[in-house]
């Protein structure tokens, strides 16, 4: 599985115009992972987080984390909690009474400027 099959569980729609699509699914006994990683401009990517309705928005992250699991390595890409200037945003789907994702329990986003020039890459995680 990969980047239709995250979509489509995560409700989020790649940009028509999105670079560098990539996704996966990590099989776990008691959760699976969905994945979904693409590179498109600041302004779209802010839209995708938008969409998601957090209840905070898009915040740079506690930089003293503890190591996060390697997720997104298994596409070939860092994990974006180790990326400096990363910004996130996570959200309960059924919390905030979006029946959209009703097979979501929880996604979050984090949005990582690439270049001056505004390209952005945009991680996406659910369960």
């Known amino acids: 599985m990969g980047a239709p099959e995250a979509s489509a569980l995560m409700k989020v729609a ?8 990539k996704g996966a699914v990590q099989t776990d006994p008691q959760e699976d992972v969905y ?36 997720l997104f ?3 070939g890409l860092a994990e974006p909690r ?6 996130w ?7 905030v009474g979006d029946s959209r994702r009703s097979e979501v329990q929880w996604i979050e986003i984090h949005v990582l400027e690439l270049d001056a020039a505004g390209r952005t890459r945009v991680y996406l995680q659910a369960f």
Do not use: I, Y
């Not at 790649?14 to 699509?21: D, H, I, Y």
């Not at 995708?48 to 190591?67: C, G, S």
């Not at 180790?82 to 910004?87: A, D, K, L, N």
């Open 14 to 21: 790649v940009p028509e115009r999105a670079t560098e699509v």
């Open 35 to 70: 994945l979904l990683s693409f590179v498109t401009d600041e302004k779209t990517a802010a839209g995708v987080a938008e969409d998601l309705r957090p209840e905070k928005p898009l915040r740079t992250r506690n930089q003293d984390l503890p190591a996060p699991a390697v």
């Open 73 to 75: 390595g298994q596409l």
């Open 82 to 87: 180790s990326e400096q200037g990363v910004r």
């Open 89 to 95: 945003a996570g959200v309960c789907p059924p919390c």
